[in-house]
């Protein structure tokens, strides 16, 4: 387990806004049908945590455990809405050079040493990252 | 490799010579024997008295050629009892200009960090865009595979915890990848042909590069590096059946699969680069049995020849494992090749299966294709290997041959420019895959960018078929074509008139040189009369040299017979 700000960063969001296996999102619900309960399990913050590799204490889990029941409980309210079966809502037969896709000319981001001096640390040309295992 | 013979360091090792023929002898001439020694069927004492010879006394075996052959026919029986299931993951880089999602470009060996952006840096705010050419060549990859091109393909998110992605997630396909059910026929080197079945294949982003510091691999490491120049470029990952059943189907699958993409241009397939990583998945199971054992996921092969004997000494290893009842050894988990020892190591277990929390990509519309636009892809597809081969084929090559002019692109292109110029397609390939191959080699320069085009090699082909110059004179005019001359109308004629000349057809000159070596040489012409036939080479011989090479060798061999008929 480690705290790194870049994992803080991305995963919170992702723990709050996905739930566990157990939760509503389940992945082998998720693009083929519209799920018709609306009464969910609330996840278990420990696992939840484990699965984003960031360390929770006890008296955090005790905090979070009814705020992410909430979250989940008001998320659980989309399970009511009438949706199509295909969630991703595509186009019939949209052409493959549609203006959503872009054209392959490379750029160069003119201020790219500003973006890495956002990095936490660097070594050199490199970001320095926290070990990994 | 140090040690003679691999023999020498225990069971595991041998069960690995005797599947992967790879006794590690390091005379090469002693391979033959290394195949009857330590592989099917055994070796005889004959054979193992010639390895203590070639390796000073060393016997070859741990304790005697007796027992070695009773290990390794045992070791042949239990291969024979099992089958392996072999399945791969492909992941290969797509050649675009620039990333997937962000307009950086997709270069490699670039100095870290130079080809970035927010959006690829994961910056707040930032929205990604799908690259046109990537999903195109994704798609004409798809089509080359024979696969069903899904019209409503979209993105998924798939979660990532390593920081060489910074946005905690790498953008992927999950359940409606680009291509799917698919079909990749593959030539075998002994001549027979296989189908394997493709069970998908869909986008996603590559991560950044991680060097790590404080330790030789990513365990124990103090901190890493991170390099984001690879972070979001375009990379297409196919997924096969698990349809081989040792490791050299699974190279040639590879190989092929490689081939095809470079050929219609989608991918450079470099395996040094990283540009085609192969993941392979290896289980055995009792021959007949319908379920698969426990697989295995072997990483890290830089080569075909090196996954071949990974997966071989793989096989070797759960075989071994099983026999020995020692079965529940063989678990879910991730191992590493080392090619320098040629093994594979375990690196992590796999403890149940991952979850990667997949979710559509919020951030991105979903792709639709008409069947127009995939149909125009798919006549814009270049010629595939196997389209190639079977062309060259019908022209009467052999097969041998055929395969090395299709294997690569640059070769293909050449022999075929020198076909359109007019040579003959057999003796075109003779030079192709002889000599032009040959320099090719010796000097490192790839055959498109040689100094000598296609036109003069062909104009001295056609010259030969011709009779114009023989085959010998070709040989000794090759080295100037090659350094550039000879170039232009009749520049290979020009250059056969300034080296004195092409082939001498003229009979009545053949003749008074015949004439003259014959009379020379009466001893020889007594031991023709008195049996020894093959002296008639000698006399060609001495009339070629006479001729200076340049002699019409199909005439002055009639000439000759005329003349030792009626001696």
Known sequence: MLRSSILLRTAIPTVYLRGSQSGILKQSNLPHHRCNVSKVDSPDVRKLAEMAQIEVSDQEVDAWQPQIAEIVEWFAHLQDLDLPADPSGSPEGSPLTDSRLREDTPRDWPEREKLLDEAPDREGRFVKVPKIL | ?567
């Open chain 2, 1 to 567: 490799m140090g040690s003679p013979c691999l023999l020498l360091l225990g069971p595991h090792v041998l069960s690995k010579a005797v599947s992967s023929q790879s006794c590690a002898l390091a005379n090469p001439s002693l391979r033959k024997f290394s195949w009857q020694l330590c592989g099917r069927p055994c070796c005889s004492p004959k054979v193992a008295s010639v390895i203590r010879k070639h390796t000073k006394g060393k016997q070859c075996h741990q304790t005697s050629a007796t027992s070695v052959v009773q290990q390794s026919s045992k070791a042949a029986a239990d291969q024979a009892a099992f089958e392996a299931v072999i399945g791969i993951e492909s992941h290969v880089r797509l050649s675009t200009k620039t990333k997937a999602f962000c307009g950086c470009a997709n270069v490699y060996g670039a100095k870290p960090n130079t080809h970035v952006c927010p959006v690829c840096l994961a910056h707040p705010g930032t929205l990604p865009n799908v690259n046109e050419e990537a999903v195109q060549k994704a798609i004409i990859t798809g089509l080359a595979l024979q696969c069903t091109i899904h019209p409503h393909s979209k993105f998924d998110r798939k979660q990532y915890i390593y920081p060489d992605l910074p946005k905690g997630y790498q953008i992927s396909q999950y359940d409606v990848p680009i291509a799917e059910h698919g079909r990749l026929e593959v030539d075998l080197p002994d001549g027979s042909s296989k189908s394997f079945g493709i069970t998908r294949a869909h986008m996603e982003e590559d991560s950044g590069k991680l060097v790590h510091f404080g330790a030789s691999s990513l365990s124990g490491s103090d901190y890493s590096l991170c390099d984001y120049n690879r972070a979001g470029t375009p990379l297409l990952e196919i997924v096969s059946e698990p349809d081989m059943r040792s490791g050299q189907e699974a190279a040639a699958y590879a190989s092929e699969l490689r081939r095809i993409m470079r050929f219609i241009g989608t991918s450079d397939g470099n395996m040094q680069d990283g540009s085609m990583r192969c993941d392979v998945n290896v289980s055995v199971r009792p021959r007949g049995a319908k379920e698969f054992g426990t697989k295995v996921e072997i990483k890290n092969m830089n080569t075909f020849g090196g996954m071949q004997k990974a997966i071989d000494y793989e096989i070797d290893r759960q075989v071994t494992l099983i026999s020995q009842g020692r079965g529940n050894e063989i678990v879910l988990e991730t191992r590493l090749y080392d090619e320098a020892k040629q093994v594979t190591k375990s690196m992590r277990k796999k403890e149940g299966l991952a979850d990667y929390r997949y979710f559509p990509e919020p951030d991105l519309p979903p792709l639709g294709f008409t069947q127009e636009s995939v149909d125009g892809l798919q006549a814009s597809m270049a010629e595939l290997p196997a389209a190639k081969r079977a062309r060259f084929m019908d022209m009467g090559l052999p097969r041998d041959d055929v395969l090395i002019l299709a294997d690569d692109l640059e070769t293909a292109d050449y022999f075929e420019a020198v076909l359109e110029e007019g040579a003959p397609a057999k003796l075109a390939a003779n030079w192709v895959v002889g000599d032009i191959m040959a320099h090719c080699k010796n000097t490192g320069v790839s055959m498109g960018s040689m100094k000598s085009r296609p036109a003069t090699l062909a104009a001295m082909v056609k010259m030969i078929e011709s009779k114009a110059i023989s085959g010998k004179i070709g040989k000794q005019l090759l080295p100037e074509l090659l350094q550039g001359k000879g170039a232009g109308p009749d520049g290979v004629k020009k250059l056969v008139d300034a080296m004195g000349g092409g082939q001498i057809s003229d009979p009545a000159y053949l003749a008074e040189i015949l004439d003259k070596v014959i009379a020379n040489n009466q001893k020889q012409l007594e031991q023709y009369k008195g049996g020894k036939t093959k002296l008639k080479g000698h006399f060609v011989g001495q009339a070629m040299k006479e001729s200076r090479g340049k002699a019409n060798p199909e005439l002055l061999n009639k000439l000759l017979m005329e003349r030792l008929d009626a001696a």
